[in-house]
């Protein structure tokens, strides 16, 4: 699904979709995750083109009943029509996963498993040293990291994935940032680490998912959380190289989530009771 999507079911005003398939590809209580969060497929229903409706586009965000029919004609024509049921079921619990420092038994947990994935793997042992990687070079594409570990870029982020459903890594726009419970992992076992100024991830909401071009212009400031975003003007970071409107449009709708606000507009939010 694209970001613009995906934030609209968040936001409530998309609620289903339309596929092509050869047979279903999802299954009713499926949660899938997103750059959103969590999606929830609430219903699979196979349905002719001819009953679709102008009440179907509206809720599938199409910009009209004709739009929705040519795009099902684009591609596999051939193929039956499916209407999923979607619904947007919270945050990716990894977030907060992630931003939890484990204690000392969970750590033990974590690094037997860590163990056992080194075990188990044909090429020897890679937890911690793409652990280390990622900790050593944050928000680097991928396919550079994989070459550096001499690996192929596939393998490498199913590896990278294992690590995130631990919540030990988070992904960004461009490569991955060790979270704050993979740094504990790392500092438990006394790995060295980089510079102390990093020795830990900062505190606070990760940005949105805005493209490449706008995140790298915001990491390069040292501007990683929405909370510092908000330490800036809308003009401060609408300047920067890269950002335009469709990042500055995802960052003002995860700030309003947060309940937070650009430098010169904060006054200006109303109280909430």
């Known amino acids: 699904m694209r970001p613009a999507e995906l934030e609209a079911i968040r936001a409530g005003d998309v609620d289903v979709a339309f596929r092509r398939w050869d047979r279903p590809r999802v299954r009713v209580g499926t949660r899938m995750r997103t750059a959103v ?13 001819s009953s679709l409706t102008a009440a179907d586009a509206r809720r599938a965000g199409a910009a009209s009943l004709a739009a929705l029919r040519q795009g099902l004609d684009r591609v596999h024509p051939e193929r039956p029509v499916y209407r999923i049921g979607l619904r947007y079921a919270g945050p990716d619990p990894r977030q907060a996963l992630r931003e939890a420092v484990p204690d000392t038994t969970e750590i033990d947990a974590i690094v037997a498993w860590l163990d056992r994935l080194d075990r188990a793997s044909p ?16 928000a680097i594409r991928a396919p550079d990291l994989a070459q550096r570990m001499g690996r192929d870029t596939p393998s490498f982020k199913q590896n990278v994935r294992k690590l995130k459903e631990r919540g030990l890594t988070e992904s960004l726009d461009i490569g991955y940032r060790l979270s704050a419970r993979g740094a504990a992992v790392l500092d438990h076992e006394g790995h060295p680490r980089p510079a102390p100024s990093r020795s830990a991830p900062e505190p606070g909401t990760p940005l949105p998912h805005i493209g490449a071009a706008a995140t790298r212009a915001l ?19 609408r300047a920067l190289h890269g950002v335009g409107p469709y990042a500055l449009r995802h960052l003002r709708t995860a700030m309003d989530a947060a309940g937070l606000a650009f430098r010169d507009e904060a006054g ?3 109280e909430t009771s």
């Open 219 to 237: 990491t390069a400031q040292g501007v990683v959380r929405l909370e510092q975003v908000a330490t800036l003007s809308e003009g401060e970071v």
């Open 37 to 49: 969060g969590l999606v929830e497929i609430t219903s699979v229903d196979r349905v002719p083109v």
């Open 123 to 138: 090429t020897g042992p890679w937890t911690r040293t793409t652990l280390l990687l990622i900790d050593e070079l944050p």
């Open 268 to 270: 200006a939010r109303p």
